[in-house]
């Protein structure tokens, strides 16, 4: 049976618990770089809460699939690759 979901393909959390859903013996394990929503560039106040919402919404959904999330090897961890050490 085809299932149909409504997330962007570049929506990895998301994509990565559809395809638990729909083989659960496949071992999936989507890797972030952090534990919070992130990629909220220059956006502040409601606006960046606003943005935010699908984030934690497709992680809520992770879990409930059943998907692991696991912090990335360090090297890869955007916070990582600035040189002065400020956080992404």
Known sequence: MARRDDFPACEAVRLGAAVRRAWSSSPVTAYLDVDHPGVLGSWTGD??????????????DAAEAGLRTEPGPERYRLGASCGNGSRT
């Open 47 to 60: 606006e960046r809460e606003w943005r935010a919402v699908p984030q934690r919404a497709s992680r809520a």
